[in-house]
């Protein structure tokens, strides 16, 4: 074996008081025994992290020309590749960087010592989450709701006769037609595109443009039409426009007509009669339809309670009628229809009736509105029951409800009552807060709880006010601010 002994300079590393400049290695090989791969002699050591305090793409890196050459001998070059490994500058870890690097393959960062238990923020509010529970609207009836989301791709005859603006501007062509001619003119038109039930939506914007006598004529031209007639909707929409308009021919006979007629045909009437002023009308047929036992829709009945209501001498027949529908197992109304026979029932004094549809409706599944609340706190306001009208503000801050002008005025009036100065002036803040202008009755009911306690700068602020917003305060308020002047001098 022959033995080569090499001297490898090394640049001076600074170690106690002396450097060393020089090493010996020995190498060693045989030149009978084959000699092995690179891979196997020197093994592929594991990579350590780069230093990211320094700028690898910065450093002098040598051209393969630098590395290569062509007079060095294969031992030469063995001898380079160690000198390169030991040339550069040894990379000392500290302690904390090793156990981070080693906490990276543990699932876990040590964090530094402090404030640990951080509170994060609450996540938003999903979307889907905030809409209001509820049955999916079925497709049919989204596209007969909506005609605008037809596409452009469906036939021109599904666009025609479901499309409300196609059938609002039929009407208006009827309109601009002469006198002297037939609603068949523009009909004809469009009487392949038109289905059963098209024309209701036409025949009652002629009774909205007052023309009864053009509804009947097209109500007669759709009679020819063997694919638009029969049809209940046409001629429901036609006898309510009729009847409105005081141009419906009753019959003598009117109690055998409505024992036999069709029940939306007699609600229609009883529609058109209420809206036309036939109060007198409405109510009889109301009565035949009891006498023959037959069942008309609570909607109905609201209607004419409201319309009877506004005469005082009619109140013997409201209250009938009201008796009529509590008699009824399958009661059936809208919020706006129960909203308006619990207002009935204040101005009557009926404030039992109101107590009873007010817990029908809740039991019923349905969330009162806010002017179904404002009409309770006034009722048990006017019955003089103050803390029952208190637990339903509660019931309205707790349901969220935006309050009204209406409403304002109401709970205003009901601290008032209570003498409950502070609640009073924090929603009378909260009314300006809101953008409403206070009438004349919130002012005057204010100034009078101020002057019962006796806080006369507070009531000449609210005077300057009342003179701001235009109003003019009536004599006994002044008077009595007058008074209260001389006791506090």
């Known amino acids: 074996m022959d033995c080569t002994f090499l001297t490898a300079g090394l640049l001076p590393t600074p170690y106690g008081n002396f450097a060393r400049n020089s090493r010996m290695i020995l190498v060693g090989y045989s030149k009978a025994r084959r000699k092995m791969t690179k891979n196997l002699r020197y093994p592929r050591r594991s990579k350590l992290p780069p230093d990211l ?91 007969m709701a909506t005609p605008a989301t037809i596409t452009s791709r469906a036939p021109l005859s599904k666009q025609v006769y479901k499309s409300p603006g196609v059938l609002i ?27 059963k039930g098209s024309l209701s939506m036409t025949i009652r914007e002629l009774g909205h443009l007052n ?31 009729l009847a409105r308009n005081h141009a419906l021919k009753v019959t003598f006979n009117l109690e055998k007509y409505v024992a036999f007629a069709n029940r939306g045909v007699i609600e229609a009437m009883v529609r058109g009669f209420t809206k036309g002023g036939s109060l007198h009308l409405a109510w009889k047929l109301l ?14 009945y609201a209607k004419v309670i409201l319309e009877l209501a506004k005469n005082p001498d009619k109140h013997t027949l409201v209250e009938a009628l009201l008796d009529e529908l509590a008699d009824r197992e399958d009661l059936t109304l809208s919020q706006q229809d129960c909203t308006a026979i619990m207002k009935v029932c204040v101005r009557l004094g009926k404030f039992e009736t109101v ?3 007010y817990e029908w409706f809740k039991q019923s599944g349905h969330d009162p509105s806010i002017v179904m609340y404002t009409t309770l706190v006034h009722s048990r306001y006017l019955e003089e029951k103050y803390r029952e009208a208190l637990a339903v503000v509660w019931e309205m801050e707790d349901s969220n409800c935006l309050f009204d002008l209406p409403a304002y005025r109401v709970v205003i009036r009901l601290f008032v009552a209570l003498s ?17 202008a206070p009438t004349y009755d919130i002012y005057k009911d204010l100034i009078k709880l101020y002057m019962v306690s006796g806080r006369l700068a507070k009531c000449k ?29």
């Open 287 to 300: 009565s035949m339809a009891k006498d023959n036992n037959r069942m008309l829709d609570a909607s109905v």
């Open 420 to 436: 409950d100065l502070s609640r009073a002036s924090r929603y009378f803040s909260r009314l300006k807060e809101s953008g409403f």
């Open 461 to 489: 602020d609210i005077c300057k006010e009342v003179e701001i917003a235009g109003f003019k305060l009536d004599k006994q308020v002044t008077s009595q601010l007058l008074q209260l002047e001389h006791k506090k001098r």
């Open 53 to 143: 305090g320094t700028n690898l793409f910065l450093k002098n890196k040598k051209t393969k020309k630098e590395l290569y050459n062509p007079d060095m001998t294969e031992e030469e070059e063995e001898e380079g590749e160690e000198k390169g490994g030991d040339d550069g500058n040894e990379i000392v870890w500290e302690s904390d960087e090793i156990e981070a690097i080693t906490s990276l393959f543990q699932g876990r960062i040590p964090q530094k010592p402090g404030k640990l238990g951080r509170e994060r923020s609450l996540p938003l509010p999903l979307p889907y989450k905030l809409r209001p529970l509820g049955l999916p609207t079925p497709k049919k009836r989204v596209k």
């Open 169 to 195: 501007g039929l009407a208006r062509e009827i309109k601009n037609l002469p006198a002297e001619e037939d609603v068949s003119l523009v009909l004809n038109k469009y009487a392949q595109f038109l289905r």
């Open 355 to 357: 107590e009873s549809l």
């Open 211 to 241: 023309l009864p006598e053009r509804a009947l004529q097209t109500f007669c031209w759709a009679q020819k039409q063997p694919h638009l007639f029969p049809d209940d909707r046409t001629l429901v929409s036609t006898i309510e426009v």
